[in-house]
């Protein structure tokens, strides 16, 4: 079944309320207080009747100026909206303001309706429709029908109600996966044996009884008791659908303008990137570092505003800007939001959340505007790959980064295999991927440490793995010992690294040794070569000067000498020593050990150790006393 929200706006008195009673057949000012003054206060709810298999709920939001953060509150979440103006008066202060509103919250269907036409004479009806067609020329409701009625005899009731229904049919609605269920909550009140009790229009996702969800920005858990779905019980509600919950938690732990989603799915923010487009009817002018009110959702909070690259915005203009909250709140991309000014407070602007937890810019920088462009109008895999690009330093997991946008998990890998195909998204770890570009800069990074490292030891064929692992740790501010490990296995695949076990070196890298230290070479070699078959040890290398064990180091580790208990031997002899082993096994069959102690001319302890790393290498095998070839 199809569930679409109908909400209404327009100046106060201007007949919402008998309209939608004559539609619904249910008189929405419930509150007495309502009842009393002839106004709405608190948006009501109904829901229309039909045959067409779907469900719509009607929201009636208040018109007065004084009300006005009732009406966000309610047209939050809307998918049509019914314009109403009323043939009597024609356009209002509030016409305009709330007009301004529903298009700065994103609603793209709508009807205009011309009420109380019994109480003009029919002439008037067309100037009111012309007035009406100028104010929302170049808007979503340009095209839109125009139906002209009177709730009190019920001429063309029939009528709007079938087009509501026909335009209701071609709205698809948001998306339903759990992961991004969101019901900003409107109301909030207990009922006697049953506790506490919240209504909201869930704006995406779904939400079954006995689920766990958390209170943001608390972020208390609760679980959802049962669930109502315009006032009849329901196992599940659906976006777009009317929904009261009832929860675990105390009444006096949630307020109105809270919001309610699965653990760890929204995120929490003091700042967000955002596009701003400041109402025509406004008189308001929007200065940089303006303190304003930011109605989202539900919700209000009172920010500053920081405009790029202008210093104000008049009226009908449009600009980009950072939104700096005095709390942190909620929010995804492409969120929705009223700007109002902050005294008095009356409505100026509204635009839509582009970064959540962004990090703060210049303002003159005209690169940023570029990437908020982007971000604004980028198709999928355009917002995902600015998203990574920015994720360094704060490495969100794939989950996260697809709360954040409002990905559904579908959406988001296909964006992101496409970018994997391109080379622009790189897996790090598990569930977590990075833009090529912070692979880039972080080995840089390592290559920078690596270049200290040998400028300090030149001679040492790689760096222990540990240093490199503690100091890339500091340098690129990687709170996770995965994120860290992750690196450096992903420099070993890319074949940009070399794991030499316990060191690690940039491939391609060689020792270059200076011109003090080629003497110290030669001169150990030479002392290695006259030792021949009987080794030379420390104290014979000590004559080749200060930090001869650095060269030896490095010449072992180069395979120039080979290290062994008493002593190292020259790679030159020790080849020989194996070839004439080889032969002699080959020969004989089997090699005993005074035999091979009587071809090298040595003695016992100098045999065994070049017998016993002939084993350690695989070229010999001891076994019964003898050694036979491996």
Not at 205 to 219: A, R
Not at 221 to 236: G, L, N, P, W
């Amino acid at each position: 079944m199809k569930n679409v929200i109908v909400g209404t706006a327009g100046h106060v008195d201007h007949g919402k309320t008998t309209l939608l009673k004559a539609l619904t057949g249910v008189d929405l000012d419930t509150l007495k207080e309502e009842q009393k003054r002839g106004i709405t206060i608190n948006p009501g709810y109904s829901t229309l009747e039909n045959d067409r298999n779907m469900d719509i709920g009607i929201i009636d939001v208040p018109g007065h100026e004084k009300f006005v953060h009732n009406m966000l509150t309610g047209i939050g979440g809307v998918d049509l909206v019914l314009l109403l103006v009323s043939a009597e008066e024609g356009i209002m202060p509030q016409t305009r303001e709330h007009f301004e509103i529903v298009k700065a919250l994103g609603s793209d269907k709508g009807i205009v309706v011309i009420t109380k036409t019994d109480l003009v004479d029919p002439e008037f009806v067309p100037m009111v429709e012309d007035e009406v067609k100028a104010m929302v020329k170049g808007s979503f409701l340009e095209d839109a029908p125009m139906i002209s009625v009177s709730a009190y005899t019920g001429n063309n009731i029939d009528k709007l109600r079938n087009a509501i229904l026909d335009m209701a049919e071609t709205i698809e609605g948001p998306p339903r996966d759990k992961s991004l269920a969101r019901l900003p909550v409107d109301r909030v009140f207990t009922i006697a044996g049953h506790g506490t009790v919240v209504t909201g229009t869930l704006v995406e996702g779904s939400i079954e009884k006995g689920d766990t969800l958390s209170l943001y920005p608390s972020l208390k858990e609760t679980t959802v008791r049962s669930i109502q779905v315009h006032s009849k019980e329901a196992d599940a509600a659906y976006a777009g659908q009317r929904v009261a919950l009832n929860l675990t938690l105390k009444k006096e732990d949630i307020a109105v303008g809270d919001v309610l989603a699965p653990p760890n799915a929204l995120p929490l923010t003091e700042q967000a990137d955002v596009s701003i487009a400041m109402f025509k009817s406004t008189e308001k002018v929007l200065l940089n570092s303006s303190r304003v009110h930011v109605n989202y959702g539900s919700g209000e909070v009172l920010a500053r505003v920081i405009l790029f690259g202008d210093d104000e915005l008049q009226p009908d203009e449009q600009g980009y800007g950072q939104l700096r909250f005095e709390e942190a709140i909620p929010l995804r991309k492409d969120d929705p939001f009223v700007l109002r000014f902050f005294s008095p407070v009356e409505s100026m602007a509204g635009g839509k959340v582009l970064e959540v937890k962004p990090k703060r810019h210049k303002r003159r920088n005209l690169a940023v505007i570029e990437e908020l462009k982007k971000k604004e109008n980028g198709d999928d895999e355009t917002v995902l790959s600015l998203a990574l690009a920015e994720n360094r330093y704060r490495y969100d997991s794939d989950e996260a980064l697809a709360h954040r946008l409002g990905f559904t998990p579908e959406r988001f890998d296909e964006a992101l295999d496409a970018l994997q195909k391109e080379g622009v998204a790189v897996p790090l770890i598990e569930g977590m991927t990075i833009h090529k570009d912070t692979v880039g800069g972080v080995f840089l990074s390592v290559q920078d440490i690596l270049a200290r490292y040998h400028e300090e030891f030149p001679l040492e064929t790689g760096m222990p793995k540990q240093s490199l692992r503690h100091q890339l740790q500091q340098v690129e501010h990687l709170d996770d010992d995965r994120l860290t490990d992750g690196f450096i296995q992903l420099f070993f695949t890319m074949h940009k690294l070399v794991d030499h076990g316990l060191r690690v070196e940039e491939t391609g890298f060689t020792a270059t040794l200076t011109p003090e230290q080629e003497k110290q070479w030669d001169a150990a070699e030479k002392i290695a070569l006259k030792a021949g078959f009987e080794f030379a040890n420390d104290d014979d290398f000590k004559r080749v000067g200060k930090k001869y064990d650095q060269i030896l180091k490095f010449m072992t580790e180069s395979g120039t000498l080979i290290n062994l208990p008493n002593g190292r031997i020259h790679k030159d002899y020790f080849d020989k020593a194996v070839a004439m082993a080889m032969e002699m096994i080959e020969k004989d069959g089997s090699l005993k050990l005074a035999d091979f102690r009587n071809a090298i001319d040595t003695s016992r302890k100098y045999a065994v150790d070049i017998l016993d790393k002939m084993d350690e290498m695989g070229y010999t095998l001891f076994k019964d006393g003898i050694r036979v070839k491996a």
